[in-house]
């Protein structure tokens, strides 16, 4: 029963930590981020992303879908200028699920095994970890102002649906953090 348990514990680790997306942010601290209030797609940028184009349309809908959330409007004279791009590493885990001892040797009672702790062998799994940048730049001085960027397990399993669902919590995660905290100073 306590092999079970543990087995069950081990499995949950390895799905969750497949499935934890690590996100940072990056900004100019200068840059008064309340003075944005429109946004446009990079297009020159965003077609250099490597990625599927259907991957690239799910993208910049949650994208889109976050912003318009956060109070911005599309325009064609923005403030702000989107730009994706992508990574995608193949990773490769190897759990030794062993603990404990394991000795064979000779006893009162002849050959014995000798060992502590249950003994569940290695475990190997793959999965594809994706990078995601989302990159908003000022468009009247054509520079970086905020870079999110999000890692995780993908979903490579060809269900479309837990694709979509995958990368809109890539984007909310990433998006989550803009604009940044202002600290204020006494």
């Avoid at 297009?43 to 956060?70: F, H, N, P, Q, W």
């Avoid at 908003?136 to 102002?145: G, H, Q, Y």
């Amino acid at each position: 029963m306590k092999a079970l348990k543990l087995t069950s514990l081990v499995l949950l680790f390895l799905i969750t930590s497949c499935n934890s997306i690590k996100v940072v942010a990056d900004y100019e601290t200068t840059t008064d981020f309340s003075q944005y209030k429109t946004f446009a797609f990079y297009k020159k940028g965003i077609d250099k992303a490597e990625i599927s184009d259907l991957d690239k349309r799910r993208i910049l809908k949650a994208v889109e879908a976050e912003l318009l959330a956060k109070g911005f409007t599309k325009s064609e004279n923005p403030d702000l200028l989107v730009n994706i791009f992508t990574k995608s590493t193949r990773k490769v885990d190897v759990n030794n699920n062993n603990f404990g001892y394991g000795f064979g040797g000779y006893g009162y009672h002849g050959w014995y095994p000798w060992y502590y702790g249950p003994n569940f062998g290695t475990t190997i799994s793959e999965y594809t970890e994706g990078t995601l940048f989302v990159d908003l730049i000022d468009a009247n001085k054509k520079e970086l102002v905020w870079q999110g960027i999000g890692s995780g397990g993908l979903t490579t399993s060809g269900n479309v649906e837990k694709k979509e669902a995958r990368i809109k919590e890539f984007v909310a995660q990433i998006m989550a953090q803009y604009p940044p905290a202002v600290k204020v100073t006494p």
